[in-house]
C-alpha cells in the first residue's frame, strides 16, 4: 500500500514538474514574440529601414548592441578592436607552425615515456587533394612516433585513394603507414573500427580523412601525457574554407573538461587522443550512434578517464565544404537523434530517470537537458535588506506569485532599516505562514548578514537572492534544484538581466576584469544572442556563480563555514564557490533560470570613494587568497580569451 502511495505520489510530482516547465516555455515563447513585436512597433519606417536592421542585426550577432556600444565612438572602437582581433587570428595559422630550429628542439626530444600514438582515419571516397593535406600533416609531425591507420572503404570509381596511400608508404619506408582495403564501406564507425584493429600504439587518436592536423600537435600531447599523465586528450580547433588554413571560419576555443557542458554539447570533438587501456571491454564506435559516434565515445571514455587534458592551443583544422558536418548539420540530419540517444544513455549509466533531451535554439545537437526533481525538499529563500521597500517588496512578490514550487521559505534578514515603510511592509507579510523576518544587529557585511539567515533557515537547500530581483520564469527555482540536487554539484547559478534585458551574470570567470579578480561573461549582450558558440542555451560548468541568486545544499554551506566575512560586500559569492569547487565539487549555471537583477540599487556602486578604496582592499584579498588558482586560470574559460573583454574576444599581445 505503502509502495503504490509512493509510485502514485512520485507520477504527480513529475506530472507537475512537467507541466511547470512547459509554462515555462510557453512564457519563453511569448516573451520572444513579444520582442519581435516590439520591435516592429518601435520602427515606423521598418519597411525602409532594411540596410540600418541589417546592421543592427549584425551587431546582435557580435554579442551587442548599438545602445551598449558608447555612440558612433563607441562602434569606431569596437571596429578598431575587431581589426586588431582579425590580425591577431593569423598567428593560429601557418604563422604558429615550428620554424626549422623549433621543429629540430622538438624532433630531438627525449621523453620518459616515448608513447606511440596510432591515429586512425577511416577513409571513403576522399577526394585527392584532401587525402594528400591529410597525410602531409602527419607526416610532418615533429614527434615521430606515430602510426597511421587507413581503412579505405571507397568504391571502385576511386581507386586513387588507394594508390596514393601507396604512394605515401613507400616514401615513409619506416612501416608507420598502415593501409587495409575493405570489403565494403561498413560506414563511419565500422571504417574506424577497421583501423583500430590495425593499430599498435598505446595511445589511438582519432582522425577526419579532409582535416589537417598542426605539426606540432603529437608533440603537445605527448608532453601532456609525459607532465600530466593524460589518459584523454583533447586541444582547440577551427574550420576553414577554400582549402586554406589560414581562412578561418570559427575558432572554437574551449574550456577544460567540462562533464555538463560535454552532456548538453560535443564540444571537445576534436582533436581526441586516449589510452586504449581506456577501450578494455568496450568497443571504439557503435554503429546505432553513426552521426554522433564520436559524442557516444567521448562520454564513455571520458567516464573512464583518470586525467583528462585539454591542450589550450589550436590544433586541428576542420574543413568545411559541401557534405561536412562543419558545414552544417543539414548534412547530416541523422546525427540529431543519435546524439540524443548517446547522451540518453551516458545519463542512464549514471543513474538518471525521467530526463528530458532537447534541442535548443542554438543548434540541433545543442541539448537542454531537465533532470527529474526528486522528492519535494524545502528550499530556503534568503535575502538580505535594509530599507529599499520598493526592491524588496517586487522580488518578494514576483517569488509568491510566479513560483510553480510550493516547498519553500522566505527569510528576510533585515539589518538596520530605518524607514517607516518597511516595517509596514513587514508587518503585511505576516499573512504568510512561508514568510519570515529576522534581524541582524551588527553592521551590514554581506557575509555575515546571510550567514546569520542561513541559521534560521529550516530547508534542505539554500537560496541566496538579492533583495533587488524579480523572477521572470514561472520553474526558476525547479531548473535550479534539478542540479544542485545532484552529489557531484555545489552551487547553481542563474541568468540575470539588467532591466533593458541584456545579460547581468552568465556565469563568473576568475582573473576577468580590471581588478583580475572575477567578471561576468557577455556580459551586457542582448537577451536573445546566443553566446560564444551557443553557451548562453545550455546549462555548463563555471568556476562560480553569482550570489544574487545562488542555491546550494544547506549541508555544503555549512561544511565549508557559509561565506567568508572577511569578504564584507564584494566577491565572498566567488570565494565560496571556489571553496567547494576545490572540494571536488562542480557549479553549475543554468540560463534556463531567468531573472531581472536591478543590481546595485540597494547599495549603489563600487566605483567612487569610500567603496572604491573598500573593493579595492577586497580585491587585494581575494587576490591573495585564490592566487595560485589565479596564475592557472579560469578552467572553464580559455587562456586564449583576453581578461579584459567580457566577450571572448581574442587575447590582443
Partial sequence: ????????????????????????????????????????????????????????HWSVRQGTRIKNCGGPKGIVRKMQYKKREKKAMRRYGTESFPTEQERKLQSETKFANPVKISILVPLYNTPKEFLIEMLDSVVNQTYENWELCLADGSDSAHEEVGKICAEYMEKDGRGRIVYEKLAKNEGISGNTNACYKMATGSYIGL??????????????????????????????????????????????????????????????????????????GTELFRSRFDGSQDHDMILRLTDRAKKVVHIPKLLYYWRSHAGSVASGIEAKTYAIAAAKGAVAEHLKNHGFENFRIESTRA??????????????????????NKDHVTDLKRAVTSILEKSTYDNYEIIIVENNSESEEIFAYYDSLREYDNVKVVRYEGKFNYSAVNNFGVSHAKGDYILLLNNDTEVITVNWMEELLMYAQRKDVACVGAK????????????????????????????????????????????????????????????????VGGLNENLEISLNDVDFCLRLLQKGYLNVFTPFCELYHYESASRGLDDKGEK???????????????????????????????????DFSLKIL
Avoid at 524 to 538: A, E, S, T
Avoid at 615 to 624: G, I, L
Fill in 612 to 646: 572604491a578604496e573598500r573593493y579595492n582592499k577586497e580585491s587585494e584579498y581575494f587576490r591573495k587568497e585564490w592566487k595560485e588558482l589565479l596564475e592557472a586560470g579560469d578552467p572553464y574559460y580559455n587562456p586564449n580569451f583576453s581578461l579584459d573583454r567580457s
Fill in 363 to 384: 543548434f540541433e545537437t545543442i541539448f537542454r537537458i531537465r533532470y527529474q526533481i526528486l522528492g519535494n525538499p524545502m528550499i530556503s529563500i534568503v535575502i538580505a
Fill in 496 to 559: 540575470l538581466y539588467y532591466p533593458d534585458k541584456t545579460i547581468q551574470h552568465a556565469g563568473v570567470v576568475i582573473g576577468l576584469g580590471a581588478h583580475r579578480t572575477a567578471g561576468h561573461t557577455h556580459y551586457k549582450m542582448p537577451r536573445q544572442n546566443l553566446g560564444y558558440m551557443g553557451r548562453l542555451c545550455y546549462a555548463q560548468n563555471v568556476s562560480a556563480v553569482t550570489g544574487a541568486c545562488l542555491m546550494v545544499k544547506k549541508a555544503l554551506f555549512e561544511e
Fill in 207 to 280: 582522425f577526419d580523412h579532409d582535416d589537417i592536423l598542426h605539426p606540432c600537435a603529437l608533440y603537445e600531447y605527448v608532453k601532456a601525457i609525459n607532465e600530466q599523465g593524460a589518459d584523454y586528450l583533447y586541444c582547440d580547433e577551427t574550420t576553414f574554407k577554400s582549402g586554406d588554413i589560414n581562412k578561418m571560419l570559427t575558432m572554437h576555443f574551449k574550456p577544460d573538461y567540462a562533464p555538463d557542458n560535454l552532456r548538453a554539447n560535443n564540444y571537445i570533438c576534436h582533436f581526441s587522443v586516449f589510452s586504449r587501456e581506456l577501450l578494455e
Fill in 1 to 56: 500500500m505503502e509502495t503504490d502511495y509512493k509510485e502514485a505520489y512520485e507520477k504527480e510530482h513529475l506530472k507537475n514538474a512537467d507541466l511547470a516547465g512547459r509554462i515555462a516555455d510557453l512564457e519563453m515563447q511569448n516573451e520572444e514574440l513579444q520582442f519581435k513585436i516590439d520591435r516592429i512597433k518601435n520602427n515606423p519606417l521598418w519597411k525602409l529601414s532594411k540596410p540600418a536592421r541589417n546592421f543592427v
